[in-house]
């Protein structure tokens, strides 16, 4: 592994720090290098905070070091344009930083390039395009986001080995472990997000929260009739719920209630697009059945999550019951991306083919 890949994975493991805090922002981890040493690190901590670049200068200075003449390593390419902070490559120009090193350039229009050529018009030396596919994957919600004009979807599926998420009366309100439990709310402190359906709030009345694991999603529930108890716990905190309705209802927050066209059943594509207006860049799907089976239809997911207990249930609701197709070749193409043991139970996630 070269000197520039390494610390590039360096910065990527302090852009992870960030991770749940900075959204609609990028996830960014910057590192500046004098004479082989490291002098300074940081990161984006928080959305309308400082950016990565400028902590990392921050914290070069504070620890007695001249940025003069020494190297940035950054994960994305620096901001040029005046946001919530003003643009990242005018502090790199005056604080006099000889050469930029980038994984990869930020597909925001307002950025995409013209940040890089900032850089060289002031004559900095400027290398791009280094762990690539490493720094996509980082920041793939904010890709998404940007790039498609909708948030980035994972499903989380906890299933039996026989691949039934619940049994048919519903008395299963937990299938996996605990420490499968453990792994979805460190999952949810990622998202902005989590979503599910007016059943699953009944049956289970869940939380949809990190547990103190780390930041709290937002939580949106489906809800044609919009009459769900509000001693459910999803209303504990009304300014954190969504209701995704097609009937105002006075019981709640005006503002928390996103009012769709009365449909037989709702678009999951005109749900996006409301919700990508609301700057929501993630949501962490949490069924159930119908819900699933909708984000199937509409062929609008981007990795699945399967959490599977090594239990067999024999009979019961399968994840995608109500998604139909008629041939084989008509079927997802799904990547493992990752596999991991859970304390008995297995959890896999895949991710969509290109």
């Excluded at 990565?52 to 390593?73: C, F, K, M, P």
């Excluded at 503002?255 to 009365?262: R, W």
């Excluded at 059943?265 to 699933?292: M, Q």
């Excluded at 109500?322 to 991991?340: H, P, Q, V, W």
Aim: glycine content about 8%; some cysteine; aromatic content about 8%.
């Amino acid at each position: 592994m070269s000197k520039e890949e390494n610390y590039i994975n360096r910065c990527i493991e302090l852009a992870k720090k960030g991770a749940g805090m900075v959204s609609p922002n990028p996830l960014a981890g910057c590192v500046l290098v004098k004479g082989n040493k490291i002098i300074g690190e940081g990161y984006h901590k928080k959305s309308g905070g400082p950016h990565a670049e400028i902590n990392a200068i921050r914290n070069a200075e504070r620890s007695g070091y001249s940025t003069e003449g020494a190297d940035l390593y950054i994960n994305l390419e620096p901001c040029c344009h005046y946001g919530k902070t003003p643009p990242c490559t005018e502090a790199i120009i005056s604080k006099k930083i000889r050469k930029v090193i980038i994984g990869i350039s930020d597909p925001n229009p307002l950025v995409n390039g013209r940040g890089i050529r900032e850089l060289k018009k002031a004559g900095i030396e400027v290398t791009t395009g280094i762990k690539e596919e490493e720094c996509r994957e980082l920041n793939r919600f904010f890709i998404k986001h940007i790039i498609e004009k909708r948030p980035y979807i994972t499903l989380k599926i906890a299933q039996s080995l026989d691949g039934f998420i619940a049994l048919e009366n519903f008395k299963s309100k937990w299938i996996t472990n605990s420490k499968s439990r453990e792994l979805v709310y460190l999952l949810r402190a990622e998202y902005d997000a989590v979503l599910i359906g007016r059943n699953t709030a009944l049956r289970d009345n869940p939380l949809l929260t990190s547990h103190k694991k780390g930041r709290n999603p937002k939580r949106i529930i489906i809800d044609r009739k919009n009459d769900l108890p509000k001693s459910l716990n999803i209303f504990k905190n009304t300014k954190d719920t969504i209701i995704i309705t097609s009937k105002l209802s006075n019981e709640y927050d005006k503002g928390s209630q996103l009012i769709l066209k009365d449909k037989k059943r709702y678009l999951i594509r005109d749900i996006l697009s409301e919700l990508y207006r609301r700057n929501i860049s993630s949501i962490l799907v949490e069924g159930g059945a119908s819900i699933f089976s909708q984000f199937a239809e509409s062929n609008l997911f981007d990795e699945i999550y399967f959490f599977i207990a090594p239990i067999i249930l024999g009979e019961g609701i399968a994840p995608f019951r109500d998604y139909k197709t008629n041939e084989i070749k008509d079927r997802f193409g799904l990547k493992a991306a990752e596999l991991r043991n859970s304390d008995n139970d297995i959890m896999i996630r895949y991710r969509r083919n290109k």
